[in-house]
């Protein structure tokens, strides 16, 4: 199995800033994506970025120009730098992979608990 672990939520004011931290552990053979979504109250979760193992990123047009993706591989570490916060960032954010574990044959999709991150003066 694979474990995700988010850090990093938090209240922060509009136009300020946030760094988001995931961190995979346990059985892993090999990760492939990693990435975060996002659930706002009453509404359904959604894409915020992912990025492959090879570097490719993938932005929602919401957040595209704003929030910047990265990932340690060599530590298992996926990070989203949200900049320019708006209220409508207001969320709990998910970290996602798609992951082997070890003793699997075929990838699985795993999510981290969740951290809140509010946008508010």
């Known amino acids: 199995q694979v474990q995700l672990v988010e850090s990093g939520g938090g209240l922060v004011q509009p136009g300020g800033s946030l760094r988001l931290s995931c961190a995979a552990s346990?059985?892993?053979?090999?990760?492939?994506?990693m990435g975060w979504y996002r659930q706002a109250p009453g509404n359904a979760r959604e894409l915020v970025a992912t990025?492959?193992?090879?570097?490719?990123?993938n932005y929602a047009a919401s957040v595209q120009g704003r929030f910047i993706i990265s990932r340690d591989n060599a530590k298992n570490t996926v990070y989203l730098q949200m900049n320019s916060l708006k209220p409508e960032d207001t969320a709990v954010y998910y970290c996602?992979?798609?992951?082997?574990?070890?003793?699997?044959?075929?990838?699985?999709?795993?999510w981290g608990q969740g951290t809140q991150v509010t946008v508010s003066s």
């Open positions: 990025i492959t193992n090879g570097g490719s990123t």
């Open positions: 346990g059985s892993i053979f090999s990760i492939y994506i």
């Open positions: 996602m992979s798609i992951a082997t574990a070890i003793a699997r044959t075929t990838p699985d999709n795993y």
